[in-house]
């Protein structure tokens, strides 16, 4: 099966949160819902909803909670069920979520290396960070991947609408955190474009 069998009608965060309150390990909205979510309101269309969960909690604590979904694996553009990708788990982060019988895709699980209460950046294990320093909360306590995050992720091949995310992020960024983001980015993205908008 390839993913494109299945159309898009993702989950709003605010689902996502009442279908996993009963989750006792982080996890987190991440994505371009992330950024809205930290900016208090819905600035565009999203075509999916992807959320931030420690690897090493997926089986025994993530894929149950989302029982009602098929969970497949995806790698090269392919969708595995997950009972039969335990080869691809080790070298893939994402897992999407099927509604078979809407027959559309929910969610996309984000598999982040992590270590105890750490969560580790998979790009480079050198950045990390305590979870609670890198998930924050709106209002009505939809958990979301602060704002640095999101953007390093987005820097790797930045579009039209991560531009427009961070632009729209930056006036919202304290001096410390800007010195942050371009910290990563530069690490981890050397000479990047971005980089003139965050000194």
Known sequence: MRWHDFEWEAWRPDEVARRLAPLEVPWYVAGGWAIDLFLGRERREHEDIEIGVPNES????VAPALSDLELYVTDSGRVTPLGDAADLLPVTHQTWG????????????FREPSREREWICRRDESIRLPYDELIEHT??????ARPEVVLLFKAK?????DEADLAAVLPRLSADRRRLLAGWIEQVHPGHFWLPDLS
């Not at 997926?58 to 604590?61: D, K, S």
């Not at 099927?98 to 699980?109: G, H, K, T, Y």
């Not at 209002?139 to 979301?144: A, F, H, L, N, V």
Request: net charge neutral.
């Open 139 to 144: 209002d009505e306590g939809i958990p979301y």
């Open 58 to 61: 997926f089986l025994a604590g």
């Open 157 to 161: 091949s930045a579009r039209a609408k």
């Open 98 to 109: 099927l509604d078979r019988a809407a027959a559309v895709w929910r969610i996309d699980v």
